[in-house]
């Protein structure tokens, strides 16, 4: 279960302070399908950036089965995002250098699979 406990973000620009995420509250069910909506502007890159431990919040607590994020390390946040979470972004955020094989064996890779494996995978999907 992932639960956000009154999340803040805030983004400064000069003397501009503009409040991304103020307050939120709310509770995820493991495997729950849920849809994030409002206007532009709103907020929801920043609520799926701090939910996918891309972007750190200021204020309040996330906690991922039962555990505080609070005093997570780099590497605790990286094992979160490799294991626990899957991300599909707008833009497909590919390795331009790269060939097609190359950037889907990657994400493999840094998962842990072995170089076997994340070939035939690759092969086979592809």
Same mark, same amino acid.
């Given at each position: 279960?992932?639960?956000?406990?009154?999340?803040?973000?805030?983004?400064?620009?000069? $003397?501009?302070?503009?409040?991304?995420?103020?307050?939120?509250?709310?509770?995820?069910?493991?495997?729950?399908?849920?849809?994030?909506? @409002?206007?532009?502007?709103?907020?929801?890159?920043?609520?799926?950036?701090?939910?996918?431990?891309?972007?750190?919040?200021?204020?309040?607590?996330?906690?991922?089965? @039962?555990?505080?994020?609070?005093?997570?390390?780099?590497?605790?946040?990286?094992?979160?995002? $490799? $294991?626990?979470?899957?991300?599909?972004?707008?833009?497909?955020?590919?390795?331009?250098?790269?060939?097609?094989?190359?950037?889907?064996?990657?994400?493999?890779?840094?998962?842990?699979?072995?170089?076997?494996?994340?070939?035939?995978?690759?092969?086979?999907?592809?």
């Amino acid at each position: 279960m992932l639960e956000l406990k009154n999340i803040k973000k805030q983004y400064k620009v000069g $003397n501009t302070v503009t409040k991304a995420l103020d307050d939120v509250s709310v509770a995820l069910r493991q495997q729950e399908f849920v849809a994030i909506l @409002g206007e532009s502007g709103s907020g929801k890159t920043t609520l799926l950036n701090v939910i996918g431990g891309l972007d750190q919040y200021d204020s309040g607590d996330m906690i991922i089965n @039962g555990k505080s994020t609070k005093d997570f390390k780099d590497k605790d946040w990286d094992a979160y995002r $490799n $294991n626990s979470i899957g991300f599909i972004f707008q833009s497909y955020n590919l390795i331009s250098h790269q060939g097609i094989i190359d950037n889907v064996e990657l994400g493999m890779t840094l998962s842990g699979v072995s170089k076997k494996r994340t070939t035939k995978k690759t092969q086979k999907k592809l």
